[in-house]
């Protein structure tokens, strides 16, 4: 019993002896190739009082532009459904956050001296919050984006005010 021990024992010493070896790395004349040495600074593409380009600003088109005045003068002759849905969606393909905000608070001025009565809260609420979308990534987390956000804020909290009155 004890020599069966021993001899196990011995084996097993053996066996992590050899796997030791085995997976010793080997020592022969190829050199491996090191990983490319770190940048220097942290942003390597930067340079002191270097003046960056700016991403241009989104241009808008002459079939663009007069959509967005012809939206704007069917929405001052008659303020409905159609031509807020109209309004909305050209100052939104004009990917300019200030001319989006504009838009909402003309149409809530609208909306609130009774002339916009086929739109209800819930459904105007819906058409800002849909067309926001449809401005650029860019656009949404700009500076003037964030403005944007704020008024588009607190037109839902007034309009969520008028659907669930408390």
Do not use: C
């Not at 097993?12 to 070896?21: K, P």
């Not at 491996?32 to 991403?55: G, H, I, K, Q, Y």
């Not at 989104?58 to 109209?86: C, G, H, L, M, Y």
């Not at 819930?122 to 979308?133: A, C, H």
């Amino acid at each position: 019993m004890v020599t069966l021990l021993i001899s196990s024992v011995l084996a097993f010493g053996l066996i992590v002896i050899a796997l030791y070896f085995w997976q010793r790395p080997s020592t022969s004349s190829q050199i491996e190739e090191l990983p490319p040495p770190p940048p220097s600074t942290l942003f390597p593409d930067f340079r002191v009082n270097e003046t960056r380009a700016l991403d241009p600003e989104p241009t808008v088109t002459k079939e663009t532009f007069e959509e967005a005045i012809q939206a704007i003068r069917d929405f001052q002759k008659s303020p409905n459904r159609n031509s807020t849905a109209k309004l909305l969606h050209a100052a939104a393909l004009s990917d300019n956050a200030k001319n989006y905000e504009r838009a909402i608070e003309l149409v809530l001025l609208s909306w609130r001296d009774g002339s916009l009565s086929d739109l209800s809260a819930k459904e105007l609420q819906t058409l800002f919050n849909s067309e926001y979308w449809v401005l650029s990534s860019h656009t949404r987390t700009s500076g003037a984006g964030f403005v944007l956000k704020e008024t588009l804020s607190s037109a839902n909290h007034e309009l969520q005010l008028t659907n669930n009155p408390t």
